[in-house]
């Protein structure tokens, strides 16, 4: 509760924490999905490319199982998503109505990259058997780049909240002669795209990976198994490093053109050269620092590759117009465990690939798999702190020095909107717990039809002359109806359907 408090200014008006809360939650919530909404095609095509290629029915096998998955993340994302943007009207009213001609572009881009990335879904999970191969493929190429234009919109919007640009003001303070280009590309909009981008490519391959690494952990260790666990996990272990310059790039970004925010992130109290870096630590409105590792003069290195670097501190602007103490310690508690996992995982894929250039193979030492196991987990937690440093950072204001959030916020009563927080967590809790239900049952499934002859070595029919789950290939014919079915349906009086009415 005292932590709750402080998170507050004292004259926020009463509906501000439980609106500020529900956004909170249900974004907290749809990023989990966002990972395999922007990356699992790109990963699936992959997959689907080399089975083509390589006339590999394993691969085959595995990119359709992934296709099914991508459309049930699909529609759980629909809810998720469908929810937070009726939650920027409702909840912001003030943020749309005065700012939403600026930068609601971004929201329009994105709406209309979710309708295109939906049918390209339905498209693609309808040509499997249906299609000719290549047909089926190319129709899927076009699925990462609505995914990337997806996350173009809502990153461009953002971005623009952090560093506005593209309108002047009129004499009662409206915005007027919008530029929607200079709006759309805001100096923080290519940072953090590349950034956003490359998380989730690492985040859905890490989490992917992370489900046949479970599998090879408990003994399951075939050819299925390892080339669920090797095509993802190359992808992802490719995009580390890569996120290591970006995650420099973007802090570097965020130092030159949000300097108060970096503070909070480094927890800086005043402005001054030769500034230390602290490894996590607690910031107290006194400007004093307990707990944490202390690493002298590192964080100006840091800044600016000096120790003679000037690092604006939080006491540069006024105390109403930056975050207070305890909004710092958390984001500056969520920027370091972002970068503490990132360094983790990057020491992850540093194993993967010193194993794979001298023997060809991943390694095949337990630890390493329960490290890839983690990895996906780590992976989404790190996202979520990414979050929780670009939104807390940012505090008080909602469009950086133009609109605090208070001045955004609903004028419902916060009784109301704490009840509306209560039911939303209650059908998110039953949503996700059907999303996992439904996950469980496909593997479940799947497994099954795996049984008799291997993943991808073709299962016959089943014992009462249905189609097993999964035929060998998911391309060609399907199986013709054993004979015996065929004679109960030429039998006079047979009630199985006629040709034209099979499925």
């Known amino acids: 509760m005292h932590t709750t408090v402080h998170l507050l200014a004292a004259d926020a008006p009463a509906q501000l924490l439980p609106a500020r809360q529900l956004m909170a939650f249900t974004l907290a919530s749809h990023i989990i999905l966002v990972p395999m909404g922007v990356a699992l095609p790109l990963i699936t095509l992959v997959m689907h490319h080399r089975g083509l290629r390589r006339g590999d029915p394993v691969a085959l096998l595995l990119a359709r199982r992934w296709s099914a998955v991508m459309a049930v993340q699909f529609a759980i994302g629909v809810v998720t998503g469908t929810v937070l943007s009726f939650e920027f009207g409702l909840l912001w009213p003030g943020l749309m109505g005065r700012w939403g001609d600026v930068f609601g572009v971004g929201f329009g881009v994105e709406a209309w990259a ?33 995914a990337l234009l997806g996350a173009f919109g809502i990153l461009s919007a953002n971005a623009w909240m952090n560093t506005p640009q593209g309108f002047t003001l009129d004499s009662r303070g409206d915005p007027v002669d919008v530029d929607v280009w200079k709006a759309v590309f805001t100096p923080m909009f290519g940072p953090q795209y590349w950034h956003f981008v490359v998380a989730m490519l690492m985040t859905a391959g890490y989490v992917v990976a992370g489900v046949y690494a479970v599998g090879w952990l408990r003994g399951r260790r075939d050819r299925y198994h390892r080339l669920g666990f090797t095509v993802p996990f190359t992808l992802a272990a490719a995009a580390t490093p890569v996120q290591l310059f970006l995650g420099d790039s973007i802090t570097r970004a965020v130092f030159r053109e949000q300097p108060v925010k970096f503070a909070a992130m480094e927890i800086v109290w005043e402005t001054d050269s030769h500034v230390p870096e602290y490894l996590f630590g607690r910031l107290h409105p006194d400007g004093s620092i307990t707990g944490g590792i202390k690493f002298p003069q590192l964080d100006s290195i840091l800044a600016g590759f000096s120790p003679d670097t000037v690092v604006q501190g939080l006491t540069a602007v006024p105390a109403a117009d930056r975050p207070n103490a305890t ?22 894929a540093a194993w993967y690939g010193l194993a794979w250039l001298r023997h060809r193979r991943p390694p095949r030492s337990r630890w390493f798999y329960r490290g890839a196991a983690c990895a996906g987990v780590g992976s989404v937690v790190a996202v979520e702190c990414g979050w929780i440093t670009t939104e807390v950072g940012r505090q008080p204001w909602i469009v950086y020095g133009h609109m605090r959030v208070a001045e955004a916020v609903t004028p419902t009563r916060s009784s109301a909107l704490w009840t509306v927080f209560a039911l939303v967590a209650v059908v998110y809790v039953l949503v996700f717990a059907a999303f996992v239900v439904v996950l469980l049952k496909m593997r479940d499934r799947w497994r099954l039809s795996d049984e008799p002859a291997g993943p991808g070595s073709g299962a016959g029919p089943g014992p009462d002359g249905a189609e097993a789950p999964e035929a060998a290939t998911p391309y060609g014919p399907r199986p013709p109806a054993p004979a015996g079915a065929a004679d109960a349906a030429a039998e006079p009086g047979s009630s199985a359907p006629s040709e034209g009415g099979g499925r």
């Open 114 to 146: 979710f309708f295109l990335e939906a049918v390209l879904i339905a498209i693609y999970l309808y040509g499997w058997r249906r299609l000719p191969p290549r047909t089926h493929f190319l129709l899927g190429l076009p699925l990462p780049a609505a």
């Open 327 to 348: 909004q710092a310690t958390i984001a500056h508690c969520a920027f370091d465990v972002m970068v503490c996992i990132g360094s983790a995982l990057a020491l992850l």
